[in-house]
């Protein structure tokens, strides 16, 4: 494979960001072909997730647009319940979540079976409106939605339409379930996680994802670059 003009993967370890380790690859590349080399990715991973980020470089950076946009992705997600996240993951600020029983008004502690999150999670397979976290990348009127989080500024995302082929249960243990997602590109796994949570009434946020599949790459066939 010819890495300064080529399409791969990597395995984005946790704690950077996509742009970060990017960088680090760009900087390793163009030490080993002593030129600058274009590259670019095919969809962010948070800085707290970890798996595959699909990278092009040279002319095969065209590829990352609209040919790649539509494809699926897979996803392993563990999701903590009883808690509710401002970022609807672990890295904002986490309060433990009230239960009302409705018969009485009274708080009491919860704690879903098995089919009750089977029910749940399998509202969630199909195309339906998705409102996307606060602290995304997302564009309004020019700011990152992030950016205007972090300065508590008023401001609301749209819904937008996502699809989901399939959630499958791989662990549960109260607190925490464990779900495999194919889905297509644009979803917000910690949209999800949130919704799962509410339609619970228990409440729940990302604790940790991995990205498994992107573009017909697997984490078998990720490229190792050894500069973490």
């Known amino acids: 494979m010819d890495l300064s003009n080529g399409l791969f993967a990597v395995n984005k370890p946790k704690g950077i960001s996509s742009a970060q ?24 991973l948070d800085p707290f997730a970890t ?8 002319s ?10 539509n494809d699926l992705k897979r996803y392993t997600g563990t999701i903590k319940l009883g808690f509710i996240s401002d970022s609807y993951d672990s890295t904002g600020n986490i309060i433990s979540h009230s239960i009302i029983n ?16 089977n029910n749940v999670i399998k509202k969630f397979v199909g195309t339906f409106m998705q409102k996307p976290p606060k602290y995304s ?7 990152r939605a992030y950016d205007m989080a972090r300065n508590n500024e008023e401001f609301d995302i749209k819904e937008r ?28 796994i910690r949209s999800l996680a949130n919704d799962i949570g509410e339609e619970l009434t228990t409440g729940a946020y990302l604790d940790e ?20």
């Open 161 to 188: 339409s996502v699809t989901i082929y399939s959630i499958d249960i791989v662990s549960y243990k109260f607190p925490f379930l464990i779900i495999d997602v194919c889905c297509a590109s644009g979803t917000y």
């Open 21 to 44: 380790f990017l960088n680090k690859i760009k900087f390793y590349l163009t030490k080993k072909f002593g030129r600058k080399i274009k590259i670019g990715h095919g969809g962010t």
């Open 209 to 228: 994802l991995q990205r498994t599949e992107a573009y017909g790459f697997t984490l078998d066939k990720c490229y190792d670059f050894n500069i973490i």
């Open 51 to 58: 798996g595959i980020l699909v990278v092009g470089t040279g």
């Open 137 to 143: 990348a997302i564009s309004i009127n020019g700011k």
């Open 102 to 117: 409705s018969s009485d008004s009274t708080t009491v502690e919860f704690v879903p079976t098995i089919d009750d999150v």
């Open 60 to 69: 095969c950076t065209k590829q990352l647009g609209n040919s790649l946009t």
